[in-house]
């Protein structure tokens, strides 16, 4: 496994680093909007570094269906908010939920260390951007869908074969781009062109993805998947499941986690930490 390297910190094989979501949308699944103001998500920051959080990863786009969003509206919701939270946590590392280029070259510019292309590379030149800039890139399994669609009757031979198979293709591509091999994640993408049972059977072979050496980042927190595995619980009571799902995918070798609780994430890969005991070198950091 490789060391992953961002911002001039070092995450090394073992070792848990967190990730806090704060969404810059007036129409996100989870916060409903209590963080589209630029004060609000500011301080929704300053909250996950006090819980815990390595990185903070920023979006302007709802994942899912809904109100058009152009470049120019995405950069607006986006850019000021990296430069502010450059400026006030200098070892943070900012990352920026986005899969387009030009946004991409903006944000980077603002101080963001890494792209975090939950979409699976629609836009061939987000990696160029990151090469460009020396910083950092998430390459996901979106099932090969448009951005902020749905799966329709999606379908897999074998569901880990495709994830795996394509986020190392696209890792690798952005190595050829000229991404810094150290600076790259895998990300399965739970429920982004899969249905629960495809969500599911990645979370219990994530341990095949672990063995590419990628270092692995899973976004499971309050995900549909969840719910629906629980007997179809809304958002807010989805928090046991995906503090149980981020548990089971730290024992099998993630190392980064998208959340949107840092403080809860933390203590729960202190437990994963303690029962695999310190010869195990895994660390909550």
Not at 90 to 118: C, F, H, I, K, M
Not at 143 to 152: D, I, L
Not at 231 to 255: K, Y
Request: glycine share 12%.
């Amino acid at each position: 496994m490789t060391i992953l390297r961002l911002r001039g910190r070092e995450f090394r094989p073992g070792e848990f680093a967190i990730m806090a979501v704060v969404n810059r949308t007036p129409d996100s699944f989870f916060d409903r909007g209590r963080t589209y103001g630029f004060t609000a998500a500011l301080e929704a920051v300053d909250g996950a570094v006090a819980g815990g959080a390595d990185i903070v990863d920023i979006g302007g786009v709802k994942a899912g269906p809904g109100d058009e969003v152009d470049p120019a509206e995405e950069i607006r919701r986006v850019s000021d908010l990296v430069d502010a939270v450059r400026r006030r946590h200098p070892r943070l590392v900012v990352s920026v939920d986005t899969w387009r280029a030009e946004v991409g070259e903006v944000v980077a510019q603002a101080g963001a260390d890494l792209l975090n292309d939950t979409w699976g590379g629609v836009d061939p030149d987000l990696a160029g951007v990151a090469a460009r800039h020396g910083i950092g890139l998430v390459c996901a399994h979106a099932g090969r869908v448009a951005p902020r669609t749905r799966p329709h009757r999606v379908a897999y031979d074998d569901v880990v074969a495709d994830v795996v198979g394509y986020t190392v293709g696209l890792a690798e591509r952005a190595v050829a781009a000229g991404v810094n091999r150290e600076s790259i994640l895998i990300d399965p993408a739970h429920d982004f062109g899969k249905n629960t049972r495809h969500s599911l059977e990645v979370g219990r072979r994530l341990d095949e993805m672990v063995a590419t050496g990628w270092p692995v980042l899973v976004a499971v927190s309050n995900k549909d998947f969840v719910g629906e595995t629980l007997g179809g619980l809304p958002v807010d009571e989805r928090h046991a499941g995906s503090m149980a799902t981020l548990a089971v995918s730290a024992w099998q070798g993630a190392r980064v986690f998208r959340v949107h609780d840092a403080a809860s994430a933390r203590a729960a890969l202190a437990t994963v930490t303690a029962l695999r005991g310190r010869d195990a070198g895994a660390d909550a950091r």
